[in-house]
């Protein structure tokens, strides 16, 4: 069985975010989404309302039985983090160039650290390219509407933390 992590703060996740997840689960066999603490930011969620939001957005996906995708949170280096969920892969999205020399940056230090550990990068799709966690925070903050860039309970968690 093929195990991949896609790891990030998701706060909040969004379509790209999605769209990255269900691509990822056309070539592995179970998919593992790393909700992570980052001490370097201020989240609008906490760990447990980004990953509950998340699987609400998967639905069927994760939910049932036997799920394909399953969501957890964690502290602490991605290469044990993978290690601790059986992982190979770590799927990470590049939506723009400069995304690139940071993401190759982790790669190789992943790579060093977990030698095991495969890297790959994926485009997101071209309607989605723009969209990322911090800017849909600060539209939501500001008041503006954020349905066309989050899945609809997000969008409604959204409008909860910040009413205007």
Do not use: C, W
Not at 40 to 66: C, M, N, W
Not at 131 to 144: D, F, N, Q, T
């Amino acid at each position: 069985m093929r195990t991949a992590i896609y790891a990030g703060s998701f706060d909040p996740v969004t379509l790209g975010h999605l769209d990255l997840m269900r691509r990822t689960l056309e070539f592995v066999d179970r998919l593992v989404i790393g909700v992570a603490v980052n001490s370097t930011k201020q989240p609008a969620f906490t760990l447990e309302e980004r990953a509950a939001l998340i699987r609400d957005a998967l639905g069927d996906v994760a939910a049932g039985d036997a799920p394909r995708a399953e969501v957890r949170h964690f502290r602490g280096l991605l290469v044990d983090f993978a290690r601790d969920v059986g992982a190979t892969v770590s799927v990470r999205g590049l939506r723009a160039v400069a995304d690139f020399e940071y993401e190759f940056q982790m790669a190789l230090m992943n790579r060093h650290l977990a030698p095991a550990l495969e890297t790959v990068f994926l485009v997101p799709s071209v309607d989605t390219t723009f969209i990322s966690s911090s800017l849909v925070r600060e539209v939501a903050r500001l008041g503006g509407n954020v349905d066309a860039l989050v899945p609809p309970n997000v969008a409604a968690a959204l409008r909860t933390r910040f009413p205007q």
